[in-house]
């Protein structure tokens, strides 16, 4: 690979010199044997990062040496080992080791189409309110995702359960996604952003503190965001970048989804009250039974089964596939 853009590495000796971080950008990436997303992730990245002082860190938690592949093959790429205690453990330790201005959790199963980051970087500058920011998104096929979302709350939880695309007037107040993809080619702000790419200022990190990592998977984004608005910053979409994300329309297996029902358990044990969790939880419930129901008459027998798990683990008949024996919560704090 090519080396990082010219005065990178004399302006990262200045900075250290003068106390101030060395680096515009550090991306961190979690790999969790996903060496064959790697590749093209990291080269669109470098290839995309405009005129910036980029710094990039594998987090390596599974067992296909990812950290030490890339590390080799890609120059300037620095690779991490640790044990696999979650998403948010993983992305810790990266954030840990970073020196820059802003940090970028960015997924391996992603790749950068248009724009640059350093475009985005300049507009964060113009915007010293915006303490975290997403991006645009496509799938596979090239189709916008909407990855803007509103933070869950018992009413949302409602219309997730109905489903807020057969209410289309009433999703802004039933449902979490913004689902109006015209908005997505333009700035706006939002309550939280998909965790397959977000990049935060370092004051905002701060002040917010690190992903909390007793969500093993799921909902740690949901639950920083929330932090970083508490914290007094905005959290805004910008169109400037666009990404593929290619696993992220894929078909929940069982135990994600059991793991997703968990942590929004999780979520709502940590910032909702006693009677508000629980109302919250029950419409959690009320959406995993209802799609039992219509997978078991269609005979989807895959599908079905995957919403039977995450209702018996919501119910705490069955532990969540990670992070935690039945009926686990997230203390408050």
Known sequence: MGPLPVGTVESSQRAKEEGRPSHDVC???????????????????????????????????GDDGSAERAAQRFEGVRGIRCSNRGFAHANNRGLMTADARYLLLLNPDTEVLEGTLADLVAELDEHPEVGLAGCRQVDEQ?????????????????????????LSRLAGRFGECELDLARYDREFSC?????????????????????DERFFFYSEEVDLCLRVKR????????PQVTIAHYGGKTDASPRMEAQLAFA??????KHFDPLRRAAFVAAIAARHLLRWCVFSLRG??????????????????????????????????
């Open 142 to 166: 090239g189709r916008l995702w909407p990855t803007a979302r509103r933070f869950p709350s018992v009413g949302r939880a409602v219309g997730e359960a109905i489903g807020p695309e057969r």
């Open 191 to 211: 309550d939280w952003t998909s965790g397959s790419f977000m990049l935060i200022r370092r004051e905002a990190l701060e002040s917010a503190g690190l992903l």
């Open 300 to 333: 989807d027998s895959g599908p079905a089964a995957a919403q039977r798990r995450a209702l018996a683990t919501l119910l705490g008949r069955e532990a969540p596939p990670f992070g935690g024996p039945p009926r686990r919560a997230v203390e408050p704090r």
């Open 264 to 269: 929004r358990s999780q979520y709502a044990a």
């Open 27 to 61: 991306a961190v990436i979690v790999s969790h044997n996903s060496w064959s997303w790697l590749e093209p992730a990291l080269s669109s990245l470098r290839a995309q990062a405009g005129e910036l002082a980029l710094d990039v860190v594998v987090v390596d938690n």
């Open 231 to 238: 914290a007094g910053w905005e959290i805004r979409h910008f």
